[in-house]
């Protein structure tokens, strides 16, 4: 650990105490892990303690941790995971909180800390489930309002539950269950000489 992320690893440790459950270094970036019912009150605290300051969320996404990497799930399923930033130090940090429930993924919403998170929300709850309590305006934002279940979970069938498209005919959208039919695609080997000429 450089000197840098040293200092910022002591001000994290000083400024939340007992709200830290791990904070460890990766890949050059310091990961801060919060449980979910002091979620706010370490994000309010990561944005106004004067030896911290991180004034802006550059990102939150959703993961599901159901299948992650090669080794067995130890911990809870959901999380949403934020990049801040501290203009006044020069300091980035990444921030993890899980879900306290696996059936019911539910997070207080970050929008009175840093409004910018309002669309990043949006996101995760369109695409994993989580719901951000407290959001003014928690509604799909990628997916089609019709659309059912959340397509970023590692248990959401590969070929979807139904397409949505344009029917000319009936000049209209219409929905209709997914068809994939599998094909094998073999690319043409050309080796007669004059084959381009013939064309």
Not at 94 to 113: G, K, M, T, V, Y
Request: aromatic fraction near 10%.
């Amino acid at each position: 650990m450089t000197p840098k992320q040293q200092r910022l690893h002591d001000a994290i440790r000083n400024a939340l105490g007992p709200w830290v459950e791990s904070l460890d270094e990766r890949l050059g970036e310091l990961t801060l892990v919060v449980r979910a019912p002091d979620y706010l009150g370490a994000c309010r605290a990561l944005r106004d303690h004067p030896d911290l300051r991180f004034e802006e969320l550059l990102d939150l996404c959703g993961v599901d941790y159901s299948a992650y990497g090669d080794r067995e799930r130890r911990q809870r399923r959901f999380a949403a995971v934020s990049q801040l930033l501290s203009v006044t130090h020069n300091w980035r940090l990444r921030l993890r909180c899980f879900c306290a429930q696996d059936e019911n993924p539910i997070l207080p919403s970050l929008i009175e800390l840093w409004p910018s998170v309002n669309w990043y929300e949006r996101e995760a709850f369109d695409l994993f489930g989580i719901v951000f309590d407290g959001h003014p305006d928690l509604r799909r934002i990628l997916t089609d309002y019709g659309f059912i279940g959340h397509p970023f979970r590692k248990d959401f069938p590969i070929s979807g539950h139904v397409e949505m498209r344009y029917d000319p005919e009936q000049k209209r959208v219409v929905y209709q269950p997914v068809t994939i039919e599998p094909r094998e695609v073999t690319p043409r080997v050309v080796r007669e000489a004059h084959y381009a000429e013939d064309q």
